[in-house]
């Protein structure tokens, strides 16, 4: 076995956060495209995640990539009950903003500022960060994903009243916990096993 | 079958979480099917399940988490890890113990935000419990727990010198992610449960 660190290929480095495509750069390698047996297309669960180097990386253990993804999907896609597609994709934003996470920030503030129309506030959210002023319902999904980020954890009682006041029920406050819980695993994931890359400049 | 976020969550059948969780059971189910596949793997290759028990136990410590600590210390007794493990754990997890998330950004407009903090390294007698592959897995997960965003590749190759393969190291990183994951879930349906009526 010659295990080794990847050295990325010349790049442009994302400075600050952002909502534009960026691209990301292993440092340990993906498994070969042609190397995909059927149980690590099982563990894609999408075919066209083999053409990308992130998943043929986690691909390498198939079984919890499988039931990682389906557990993302189902917190996000799920339409039935619960938060909004727009603010279950705030509290991943808000919680990728949170870590440090530029690559999960982007991809999430566009999924947010797409589902809300909301693209200002989006933005302010990246620009400013957490502590930014956007409305009282979305400042109580953004404290409560960021209390939730915290080590130790520091979501609490007064987390919960505040998001039953401004509307939430039982189920949207579950989604909440879910979308902040499910991004402290994805952006672990993100920033540990290699770097976001922008695009080039025109 | 036994659902560990719920077990340790304290959600019972027939009870209002219990409805709302079961309207995300695909979720619900393959948050089990993680746990199942990290604690009960296929292969032990490329990192032993002693192993993946200790990384937890040292995770749910550093949480400062009792219900997780007792959850997974349990696990790692009756795995049978030697002798001395539990007692390094919870003596490098004691010394290790920090505010997340932290750590520095690329260099630029984000400098502004950095919050540089300490990285850690394991005492001589809790390295010596351990072993030096185990005690690399620490610092790397210590790292992963509090200040991710100082990742970078000379992590990995640290890892890699202490013994770990590329896909144990896709192993640990997807078991400390997914722990992190879990141990929140767990804490905010238990602050939610004991807010309901």
Same mark, same amino acid.
């Given at each position: ?5 990847? +050295?990325?290929?010349?790049?442009? !480095? ?25 149980? @690590? ?21 198939? &079984?919890?990539?499988? $039931? ?18 727009? &603010?279950?994709?705030? $509290? #991943? ?14 991809? @999430? ?10 693209? +200002? ?11 930014? +002023? ?45 979308? #902040? ?13 290699? !770097?976001? #890359? ?5 | ?42 292969? /032990? ?21 009792? /219900? ?130």
């Amino acid at each position: 076995m010659t295990d080794k660190v990847l +050295d990325p290929p010349p790049h442009i !480095e994302p400075v600050v956060f952002t909502r534009d495509m960026l691209d990301w750069l292993p440092w340990l390698e993906p498994m070969a495209e042609q190397d995909l047996t059927p149980r @690590h297309m099982a563990g894609l669960v999408d075919p066209a995640r083999a053409k990308s180097a992130y998943f043929r990386l986690l691909v390498r253990d198939p &079984e919890v990539l499988e $039931a990682r993804t389906k557990t993302d999907k189902d917190i996000f896609y799920n339409p039935e009950a619960g938060l909004p597609r727009a &603010e279950r994709e705030l $509290a #991943a934003a808000a919680t990728s903003r949170s870590n440090g996470c530029i690559y999960c920030a982007s991809v @999430h503030a566009r999924f947010a500022a797409t589902y809300s129309k909301r693209t +200002d506030d989006v933005d302010r959210l990246l620009d400013k960060g957490v502590g930014v +002023d956007l409305d009282a319902r979305w400042n109580a999904i953004v404290a409560a994903s960021v209390a939730l980020t915290a080590t130790p954890i520091a979501f609490g009682a007064a987390h919960v009243d505040a998001l039953r006041k401004v509307g939430l029920d039982d189920a949207a406050i579950v989604d909440v916990i879910n979308a #902040a819980s499910f991004f402290n695993w994805a952006n672990r994931l993100m920033l540990s096993l290699g !770097e976001p #890359a922008a695009p080039e400049k025109k | 079958m036994t659902d560990v976020i719920d077990t340790l969550a304290g959600i019972t059948p027939g009870s209002p979480l219990d409805a709302i969780r079961n309207q995300r059971l695909q979720a619900r189910n393959h948050a089990q099917a993680s746990y199942d596949s990290l604690f009960k793997p296929s292969s /032990e290759a490329d990192a032993s399940k002693l192993e993946r028990l200790a990384i937890a136990c040292f995770v749910a410590a550093l949480h400062g988490r009792a /219900e997780m600590a007792a959850f997974y210390g349990t696990a790692l007794a009756e795995a049978g890890a030697p002798a001395g493990w539990q007692g390094a754990i919870a003596a490098a997890a004691g010394a290790a113990k920090g505010q997340g998330p932290y750590g520095r950004y690329p260099k630029g407009p984000l400098s502004a935000e950095d919050q540089p903090g300490p990285a850690c390294k394991l005492g001589a007698s809790e390295r010596a419990a351990v072993g030096p592959r185990l005690a690399a897995a620490f610092e790397h997960t210590h790292m992963l727990v509090f200040h991710p965003r100082d990742s970078a590749p000379s992590y990995l190759q640290t890892l890699l010198d202490a013994g770990w393969s590329t896909t144990g190291i896709v192993v640990i990183s997807q078991l400390v992610a997914f722990l992190s994951y879990q141990i929140r879930v767990v804490a905010g349906l238990r602050v939610l449960n004991a807010r309901s009526a």
